[in-house]
C-alpha cells in the first residue's frame, strides 16, 4: 500500500447563522488511490459546527492550500518519455481532450505542471504506472 499524502491548512471565515469568526480546518489527501477533501468549521461564538467532504477540491480551499504550502511540481527525472504516455495518462485522470492533453503534457514534460501536492502525486503515481519515472516535489 502506498503512503498517505496529505496537506491541511486552517484559516477563519465569517459564520452564516451569527457573523463571528468560524475556525475552520480543511485537508487534502491521496488516501487509497483517490483524492479526497474535508472542511470542518466550528464557531465558538454560538456553536455552529459544519463539516463537508468530497472528491472534487473546491476551489477556494485549493487556493488556500497553495497559498500556504506552494505548489509541487511534478518531474520526470529521466526524459524522454513518450509523450503519447503523457497524453494518455493526462486524458485518463484529468478528464482531457486531445488538445488540453498536448498542452498539458508540454507543461509536464517542461517541468512545470503543478498542483497540490495531493494531486500532483496522484498523477505521478498514474505516469509510474504507465512506465515513466514521476516525482511529485516542492522547489
Keep these: 500500500m502506498e503512503e498517505l499524502v496529505v496537506e491541511s491548512v486552517r484559516y477563519s471565515a465569517p459564520c452564516v447563522d ?13 488516501i487509497g488511490g483517490s483524492l479526497r477533501w474535508d472542511v470542518e468549521s466550528l464557531c465558538s461564538a454560538c456553536g455552529q459546527a459544519t463539516a463537508d467532504c468530497g472528491q472534487d ?14 505548489p509541487a511540481t511534478l518531474h520526470l527525472p529521466n526524459p524522454p518519455v513518450e509523450r503519447v504516455t503523457v497524453m494518455r495518462v493526462l486524458r485518463a485522470e484529468l ?8 498542452t498539458v503534457a508540454g ?9 497540490t501536492l495531493p494531486e500532483v502525486e496522484a498523477l505521478a503515481r498514474k505516469l509510474r ?4 519515472e514521476a516525482v511529485a516535489a516542492r522547489p
Design 18 to 30: 451569527c457573523g463571528a469568526q468560524l475556525e475552520c480546518w480543511g485537508v487534502h489527501g491521496l
Design 129 to 132: 504506472e504507465a512506465g515513466a
Design 107 to 115: 507543461q509536464v514534460l517542461a517541468g512545470a505542471y503543478s498542483g
Design 57 to 70: 477540491l473546491p476551489a477556494r480551499l485549493r487556493d488556500r492550500l497553495l497559498a500556504d504550502h506552494g
Design 95 to 102: 478528464g482531457l481532450g486531445l488538445t488540453e492533453a498536448k
